[in-house]
């Protein structure tokens, strides 16, 4: 169920990727011819996978696989940046091979798959790490810092190189919470930079009519 709708972009006849002029077969059968709702199917279709990855062993082993994992990590910041990839560099690449080279439009699509997945993907990796997961690392840290409760702190290597559980009074200052959420600080200065130089330029610049 949930394979048939990444082919469904919305309601109504003719919207399934088969360039067709009625709806494709697939979206006719799991519809009830159009009874169902397409958002309410996906809702469905989510939650079926869900229910499967809960009870079913083999696609819990491959949900659990690296390359799995990895699309895991990956997969938000390839949410929020995606767009921009392909509604930029792919579709004016596409019209360079298209209109300028004379490639065949299946041919032109292949070759922009095989060339901006990979690097989609390392992009997606990069503000994994430079991003997500310093603002998700820095979220658990302040909540564990605010809470009535504390939980204890993780036993770590010392200098020695012996497992010792760190004092909870120093774990929790303000010094020590300052240095465990570092990646933070650079990212607001990645922000700060971005911010100056854009008006920097925007003060300076000229723009052509």
């Known amino acids: 169920m949930f394979l048939i709708w990444g082919s469904v972009p919305n309601d109504g006849p003719g919207l399934c990727l088969t360039l067709y002029d009625e709806r494709c077969t697939a979206y006719v059968w799991a519809s009830w011819?159009?009874?169902?709702?397409?958002?309410?199917?996906?809702?469905?279709?989510?939650?079926?996978?869900?229910?499967?990855?809960?009870t079913s062993d083999v696609?819990?082993?491959?949900?659990a696989t690296p390359p799995f994992q990895f699309l895991g990590k990956v997969s938000y910041p390839l949410y929020l940046i995606?767009?921009?990839?392909?509604?930029?560099?792919?579709?004016?690449?596409?019209?360079?091979?298209?209109?300028?080279?004379?490639?065949?439009?299946?041919?032109?699509v292949v070759m922009i798959f095989l060339i901006y997945t990979p690097f989609?993907?390392?992009?997606?990796?990069?503000?994994?790490?430079i991003i997500d997961r310093?603002?998700?690392?820095?979220?658990?840290?302040?909540?564990?810092?605010?809470?009535?409760?504390?939980?204890?702190?993780?036993?770590?290597?010392?200098?020695?190189?012996?497992?010792?559980?760190?004092?909870?009074a120093e774990y929790y200052s303000c010094s020590e919470f300052s240095?465990?959420?570092?990646?933070?600080?650079?990212?607001?200065?990645?922000l700060l930079f971005?911010?100056?130089?854009?008006?920097?330029?925007?003060a300076f610049h000229t723009y052509k009519e």
């Open 33 to 54: 011819n159009g009874f169902l709702p397409m958002r309410g199917m996906c809702f469905f279709a989510a939650i079926s996978a869900i229910i499967l990855a809960l």
């Open 59 to 63: 696609f819990g082993w491959i949900l």
């Open 82 to 108: 995606h767009m921009l990839i392909v509604v930029w560099l792919e579709r004016d690449t596409y019209d360079y091979f298209v209109d300028t080279l004379n490639y065949p439009a299946e041919d032109a």
């Open 120 to 129: 989609l993907l390392v992009v997606a990796w990069v503000l994994e790490i």
């Open 134 to 168: 310093p603002a998700k690392e820095f979220a658990g840290e302040f909540d564990r810092q605010i809470r009535r409760n504390r939980p204890k702190p993780m036993p770590a290597l010392n200098s020695s190189g012996v497992m010792e559980r760190p004092d909870e």
């Open 179 to 190: 240095k465990r959420i570092w990646p933070i600080y650079a990212f607001i200065a990645w």
């Open 194 to 202: 971005v911010f100056v130089t854009t008006e920097i330029f925007a």
